[in-house]
């Protein structure tokens, strides 16, 4: 048994036993208060009350143009909130950890919260048509409905959930509680940028917070369909794998003789097509060719 650090990067013998988890009475009470803090964003926004007007006071401060040294690291760091390379880089760790573990657990986890919350993000991004701080043509006004589909903040909310799922699939406590601190920075760091560059509001990117939360919250409700999923596509690849076997066993292997001819193949004939025995070729009349002196 290896025994250096490089041991950690082998396939385990067999799939580790794994705690999942549950809906418990505490993320149930953090699922209902985030949603609670999620409607009274969304009517807040609506009412065009105090928030708007601070949305506007900090879109009018411009703060790319008070800390432009700081500009060009924040355009590198705000990819960290995009939905295509995040989805890549987590995607890529969470097939290592399928491999590893024997289970399709992880990708499933990661594939249910991007459907999730692009089902629920997007649906309000179109519904309510917020237009962002660059397109804006009132001036206090909450720009809605409007053809816009910034809000909540698509940015913030993939953070929260691409960087969190990390932590939610976490296999120690301690393992958990450090990556749930690295993901909130990630994502805290990511909402507060695209209010800096000026892409979104701040009350799109709170928005952004609660919507990508709830996702990772109703995860564990999740968890039994994920468990059916993967015991049906595991079934699949063991038939599938089967029938490969099956058509090997059949194909007949015949022994060849180092450097000698390979044989050949030759498909049968239909019943009742054999075609009439043909003369050598250079044979008339039954006479055989002459032959030169």
Known sequence: MRTDIFARLDREPEPPKIEVPRMTRTRLALFGGTSAFYLAMVVAVLLSTWLVTLDWKIMLFRPYQQWPEIHGFLDYYVVLGQRGPTAVMVAAWLGWRSW?????????????????????????????????????????????????????????????????ILAYLATTPRARRYLSALSAVVALGVGLTTVYLGTHWLSDVLLGWAAGLLVLLALPWCEPVLAVAESRILAMRDRVRERLRDRRRLVPSLPVASGGPRPGFFPPRPAGSEEPAREPVGVAGGRTPATRS
Not at 135 to 141: E, I, L, M, N, R
């Open 100 to 164: 590893r573990q024997h289970t399709l657990r992880p990708l499933l986890c990661l594939g249910a919260t991007l459907l999730l919350l692009n089902v629920s993000v997007g649906a309000v991004k179109l519904g309510l048509g917020r237009l962002g701080p660059h397109y804006a043509t009132q001036v206090g006004s909450a720009e809605l409905f409007a053809g816009g589909d910034i809000f909540p903040s698509g940015h913030t909310a993939n953070a929260v959930v691409t960087w969190g």
